[in-house]
């Protein structure tokens, strides 16, 4: 039996992985898990773990208006907290230490109408504090590797489930109230989190280190997703480029409107060698809308 630490507690993607283990692999898998906001996290045991499943962290918001002080605060949970954690790990002869880093590393979308796929090879840019504290916690991570530790960072793309939140949701709400969306052909990584999961023990059944870059098996336009999830919901979505024009107009505005339409159509890949195909598309929004 393989004993597994989630280091943060009440976090979508630990709470969802210790559920899929506890339904799928109970007599496997030990879990615990250790509330990081409580300042006596670092008297507790790790010693005896084989892995440690970091979770804490600050999701990524609005980073229009942000205090200076509430940049640092990213910087110290995402980043140091995550160190700290990791050197404990290492000190207690914990074999693997699990971070979940983010594609936001290598910057937004690329703007409607622009292609963006990326590789292993591809240059780490992030756009603001929330992805440069992500890759700064990945650089002092790193250091820690060895023979003996094996650290293993996750960059998954956008990641959604039953209960999820963020973008996902905007665009269930989109598909059950709106009888047209336009029809845009763009390409962006997605992961369910029963996939991530899935991987997610994978890596831990192996003791993999690295770097890693799970997706679904098939790239998804926002116009399908949005027409797939209201089909789901027994809605008739209809596409049509006719509103595609106004698209692309909007893509051209200045600040947060051109930067959201820049991230619903524009397009976000991985190369397809990285991809976790355990649900399909269809099932994943069967699951996801209940």
Known sequence: MKKILI???NSYIGTSFEKYIEEN???DYQINTLDMLDPN???????????IFHVAGIAHADIGHVSEERKMLYYTVNCDLAYETAIKAKESKVKQFIYMSSI???GESAPYGKKKVITKDTKLEP???YGDSKLQAEIKLKTLGDDNFKVCILRPPMIY??????NYQMLS????????FPDIKNERSILFIGNLCYFIKECIDKENSGIYFPQNEEYVSTSKM???IAKVNGKNIHLTKLLNPFVFILSKFPGKIGRMCNKAFGNMSYERNFNVNYFSLIDSIRITEG
């Open 7 to 9: 280091t943060g507690a």
């Open 25 to 27: 692999y109970p007599d």
């Open 41 to 51: 996290w670092k008297e507790y045991d790790f010693s005896g773990y084989d892995s």
């Open 104 to 106: 936001i590393v290598y």
């Open 127 to 129: 756009a603001n504090f």
């Open 161 to 166: 489930g039953p209960g999820s939140k963020g």
């Open 173 to 180: 709400k989109l598909a059950k109230k709106l009888p047209i």
């Open 226 to 228: 949005v027409q797939e």
